[in-house]
């Protein structure tokens, strides 16, 4: 069988991901269209000797759909993801405006690929750094039973967008010739900086990104009563992100074990060698499918616990091939 398939937000960083990933990946389609705001309509795109013209994405657009991939912000996608569910056409939603829905899964293959069942149409992909994260967590979740951890993230500009991509690769040319270095995306300069800071802030102190660790972990591992506490930190990086975590849980733990479960994870490669300085790194880990773990060490903090370093592409796991993925699910 064959799918018609729509792209929501074509022109965007991950738009052109999931475009790229479609094809690389073999997804077996009947006709793909690609769909953003009225600013974008007309435009014309070549991928592998395929012209697509960009058509505005309205309701209607979603009749002739089978599946459709948003990946345009949250506003599109509440007034759009709707309107193509009651069309017939399942969405699979890269924004954050259904993912805490208890009506809609939210779906991480790798980790949780029953919960794709109860769907209506919707199904929201995570937010990136949970994604990756849970790349590292889940396998360990299983084996030792995760009871709480603490996790600072290292994000690569990537996940601000396209326009955050060029304001990273313009501050350093500037900065190269001397020049004044301007920021328009970011509050301050992100080259040679690190902003602590993504996303609105909250009356708790933490940034809504932080908070998406917390809730999207849960839902995702099935652990309401999981907590966890983490910094979010925008750093000098195109397309990686990576995620220092420190996980408590129930059962004593080893790092052989750790390692052995790693790396018997479809969707992590173990990458643990100090010795022969061998970790991950996210100028290593763009356009990887697998994201990379590795620094495992008994927490010293923790009495079972375990220290641990993810790296993943953000644009890849922690968005478009996350998505693809599970439409590949379905
Ligand atoms: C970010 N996780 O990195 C958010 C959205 N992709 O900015």
Redesign the pocket.
């Known amino acids: 069988k064959k799918y018609r398939v729509g792209i929501v937000g074509a022109t965007g960083a ?1 738009g052109q991901e999931l475009l790229e990933l479609l094809f690389k990946r073999n997804f077996p389609m009947s006709e793909l269209t690609l769909l953003a705001s009225s600013r974008s309509a007309g435009k014309t795109v070549e991928f592998e000797g395929n012209k697509f013209v960009i058509e505005e994405a309205k309701p209607e657009s979603f009749e002739k759909l089978d599946i459709a991939i948003f990946s345009a912000g949250g506003t599109p996608s509440k007034l759009l993801v709707p309107e193509a569910a009651k069309r017939g056409c399942i969405a699979i939603d ?1 924004s ?1 405006a259904f993912r805490m829905d208890p009506n809609v899964p939210l779906v991480v293959p790798e980790v949780n690929p029953e919960a794709i069942k109860t769907h209506k149409n919707i199904i929201a992909n995570p ?3 949970t994604a990756i994260s849970l790349m590292a967590l889940c396998p360990l979740h299983r084996e030792f039973g995760l009871k709480r951890f603490f996790a600072a ?1 290292y ?7 396209a326009a ?1 991509l060029q304001e990273l690769d313009n501050q350093v040319k500037q900065y190269a010739k001397g020049e004044e270095i301007t920021s328009k995306v970011y509050p301050y300069q992100i080259a040679f900086n690190a902003l602590p800071h ?2 609105v802030f909250q009356d708790n102190g933490y940034t809504k ?1 932080e908070m ?1 660790m917390l809730n999207e972990s849960r839902k995702i591992l099935g652990l309401p009563s999981l907590v966890c506490s983490t910094t ?1 930190v ?1 750093i000098p990086v195109m397309r990686a ?1 990576s995620v220092a975590i420190n996980a408590e849980f129930e059962k004593p733990v080893s790092v052989e074990r750790a390692r052995e479960v790693i790396s018997q994870f479809s969707g992590a490669e173990l990458n643990d060698d100090v010795a022969n300085l061998k970790y991950p790194m996210p100028l290593f880990y763009q356009r990887k499918v697998k994201c990379g773990v590795g620094r495992i060490r008994k927490d010293l903090a923790f009495e079972n616990g375990l220290s641990f370093w993810v790296a993943g592409d ?1 644009l890849w796991k ?2 478009a091939l996350n998505a693809v993925q599970i439409a590949e699910l379905l």
Do not use: L, P, W
């Open positions: 991950v890269n954050s937010n990136c750094t993230t994000q690569a500009v990537s996940g601000t967008g955050a993504i996303d990104e998406k979010c925008r992100h953000q922690g968005a």
